[in-house]
């Protein structure tokens, strides 16, 4: 699944690919944003084993895509 970070005062956006449900990132992510503490922060590792540790004051949004994967060819 995709996952797109988007980050304030920034016009780039990080994405990356997790095997992690989409039920479990987005319940990560909600508490993540929802805590008090300005250094919180949530660590999320990729497909490819790539580590990312987000600060929550400086996330703009997160957008976590389907985990339903692309079908290649004609239906």
């Known amino acids: 699944m995709q996952i797109k ?5 920034n016009a780039r956006e990080l994405v990356l690919e997790s095997e992690e449900s989409q039920d479990a990132v987005v ?3 909600e ?3 929802a805590s008090t503490q300005d250094n919180a922060t949530l660590s999320l590792s990729s497909s490819k084993g790539a580590k990312v540790v987000l600060v929550r004051d400086k996330i703009a949004y997160v957008e976590v ?3 339903t994967k692309n079908s290649v060819g004609f239906l």
Do not use: A, C, K, P
């Open 65 to 67: 895509g389907t985990e």
């Open 5 to 9: 970070i988007g980050f304030v005062h």
């Open 27 to 29: 319940e990560r992510v």
């Open 31 to 33: 508490t993540f944003l």
